[in-house]
């Protein structure tokens, strides 16, 4: 019984690694696309987002399954509800590399993005597929003290979305305020994708130690 | 053991309406805030957040026990996992009336919004808060016809955001860009909030029907 638990537990982990990647693709095309202002590419990531909802509802299903069969207890079943969560977690992600996509979209064949920011989204992109590659890794190894370091990750993201801001509150912002409402909406995509990034790796050190980051690092 | 089910369900979908009903009256208090310029207000917004994250946790132990002692199957199996989600759900609305308050509160004594768009906010508050409402009302009851109802509200609140972007695109927007990133923010913090009730509508109708409100659609 625990056998086939751990073998289905780990193909729902598995399941949900491959989600992170999809999603962490999605984001890096989108990205591209903006940059870029290529029109394929955008509607590439959109036409490719029904595939991250039917992944979803699959491991959905793949959980329901494990819990209904295997009715497993205590750590086991935080595991598995903690999958129900990461399916939410990754989905949001997914709608927001979307997001993305169409913004680049609506705006084609105009560029997107003041050259002064451009640099801005290159880095916040990288950090986002580097993410969710960090988290596609901690959901398969379900190592906890490489959960840990993903945390600080996101800082950075921060921080360049702090500096996003500083760059269109200055007086010498030429590109009005649609290009600003554009720059404001991006940027919160971004960081949003990185923050649902850390808390896959929060869902991660739960799920192998049975206690929040804060619970653990408190006890060490 | 069914009616200990039963008992617990409805103690765990009544602390989740509680749970709704309280980021409801923080999203009011926060527009409130906002409008008002009101410190001491945002202030209690913001002090008053640590309650949601502990309800949160209390939710998620109750939905554990029921899981662990019951060992629901088939559709109750479902509602007990949907109380995760939903508690991700208001989680996250309290987020969104947070972040509300602090806008209020890190441009005070400034009042963050122009008058032209003030209005705006006065509704879509209005609105944000009859969605918790009926969220609150439908987890209660758990009647699917009811929750089928609250799908409609949220257009009301996606049009009120969408016209917020055509006041701000107007070449007669006289308030910069700081003024507009504010806007922008705070409306997708309303959109989001109000696309949350929708989605505990959504969930409750599949723990009442086991379907989603598309599929049921389609079978009447």
């Not at 990034?197 to 980051?213: D, E, H, M, S, Y």
């Amino acid at each position: 019984m625990r056998d086939a638990y751990q073998e289905q537990m780990a193909a729902l982990n598995k399941a949900l690694g491959d989600m992170v990647d999809e999603v962490g693709a999605a984001m890096a095309q989108a990205t591209q696309a903006l940059l870029e202002g290529d029109l394929e590419l955008a509607e590439e990531v959109i036409s490719n987002h029904d595939s991250v909802a039917e992944k979803s509802a699959e491991a959905e299903d793949q959980a329901f399954q494990l819990l209904a069969l295997q009715a497993p207890v205590a750590g086991d079943l935080r595991s598995v509800v903690s999958g129900f969560q990461l399916v939410s977690e990754i989905d949001r992600m997914g709608a927001l590399a979307l997001h993305v996509a169409k913004v680049a979209r609506r705006r084609h064949p105009a560029k997107v993005l003041p050259d002064e920011v451009a640099g801005y989204f290159e880095e916040m992109g990288r950090l986002a597929v580097e993410l969710a590659q960090n988290a596609r890794r901690v959901l398969e190894n379900q190592d906890y003290h490489d959960a840990l370091t993903l945390m600080d990750d996101d800082d950075a993201m921060d921080d360049l979305h702090r500096h996003l801001f500083t760059v269109m509150m200055d007086r010498e912002w030429s590109h009005g305020v649609a290009a600003a409402v554009d720059v404001t909406l991006l940027g919160r995509y971004y960081e949003r994708f990185a923050d649902h990034a850390v808390l896959i790796a929060r869902r991660v050190v739960f799920q192998a130690t049975g206690k929040t980051p804060e619970q653990l690092l408190e006890a060490s």
